[in-house]
Structures are given as C-alpha cells and as structure tokens.
C-alpha cells in the first residue's frame, strides 16, 4: 500500500471509482491524500493480495492506510462507525424500538413505508436489495432509487438509506 492516507483500487475507465474520486473531491479529501492504483498492480481481482485488501474482489475499494476498508476520514463524525456513533432513528426501527409499515426483511435490509411520501409508493430501504421493488408492487413499472447525501440534498437521518419511489410516472429532472 502507497504512503498516501488513502488508496482507491480502480481502474481508469470505471464509472464508479469516478463517482468515489467526485466523493473525495467534495468532502475535501485533498488529491495528493489518495494514491489510485489498478487491482491488477496486485495481481488481479482474485488474487489473494487483493482479496487480503477487499474480501469481496470487487473495484473500487477505498482502504485508509489506518483502518482498512474506508467509507471516508475517520477523523469525520460523519463517517463515524455504525457502532460507535448514537443511534438514528432507523437504528431504533430494525430494533423495533420505534413501530414501521414493513415491506420487506432479510438477512441484508429491511424496508418500509416512509411516512411522508412523496409518490403513492415510497419505502426506504435500510442496508442490514431488486427483490424490495418487487415486494412492494413496483416490478416492471419502474421505480427510482434516491439516496440524500448531505444536508443540501436534504438529508435529515444520517444513516446510509435508499429512497424506493414509484406507483406513477416520475419527472425528470428530480428536485
């Protein structure tokens, strides 16, 4: 691993890893602080050295050189872990603390209806992820995936969620 804080397995044409580098450009994560090496530096995608860095042999991979697998500065009580930060209201609902209209529950997620929805079919959908559409009657109508990164975009629980919207033809462009 580089000396850079932060190194970002990907490859130049990815639409992904561009979509990592545009997260590190707006959470000030200075260019020279991440070093952007190919998989294949380590032998591939399934070789052992790159399933040592990220188990699941999938690009891109963002490691901090502190913490390993990295969802950005540690230093940020925004990207604090899961377990140590308090807990968000979603937190409280898989706990059954708190009561929801669920949708649909597996080993992965759990999803339910958002109680202030903004189309006739709106389930947010909490990482504990195609079968939730279909569970709640979207199939081949289509549906929009949102996830709110931010309070510009109107983010009010700050824990990764995803917004299923669907039930009538939606305009383009959102917001």
């Known amino acids: 691993m580089s000396a850079a804080p932060y190194t970002l397995y990907d490859m130049p044409v990815s639409n992904n890893g561009a979509r990592v580098r545009?997260?590190?450009?707006?959470?000030?994560v200075p260019a020279s602080d991440v070093a952007?090496?190919?998989?294949?530096?380590?032998?591939?995608?399934?070789?052992?050295?790159f399933l040592a860095v990220n188990p699941q042999g999938k690009m891109p991979a963002l490691v901090c050189r502190?913490?390993?697998?990295?969802?950005?500065?540690?230093?940020?009580a925004r990207w604090a872990s899961r377990d140590d930060a308090d807990a968000t209201i979603f937190d409280k609902i898989l706990a059954g603390d708190i009561p929801s209209d669920k949708v649909y529950e597996d080993d992965l997620c759990y999803a339910f209806r958002d109680i202030n929805p903004?189309?006739?079919?709106?389930?947010?959908?909490?990482?504990?992820?195609?079968?939730v559409a279909e569970a709640a009657?979207?199939?081949?109508?289509?549906?929009?995936?949102?996830?709110?990164?931010?309070?510009?975009?109107?983010?009010?629980?700050?824990h990764l969620h995803l917004h299923i919207i669907?039930?009538?033809?939606?305009?383009?462009?959102?917001?």
């Open 22 to 28: 545009m997260i590190l450009y707006y959470k000030d």
């Open 36 to 49: 952007i090496v190919s998989p294949m530096e380590l032998g591939g995608l399934r070789s052992d050295e």
């Open 66 to 76: 502190d913490e390993g697998l990295a969802g950005g500065p540690p230093s940020s």
């Open 118 to 131: 903004v189309a006739p079919t709106h389930v947010l959908l909490i990482p504990k992820v195609g079968a």
């Open 137 to 158: 009657g979207l199939g081949d109508a289509g549906y929009r995936l949102v996830v709110n990164d931010g309070a510009d975009a109107c983010q009010t629980v700050f």
């Open 166 to 175: 669907g039930g009538r033809e939606l305009a383009w462009p959102p917001g």
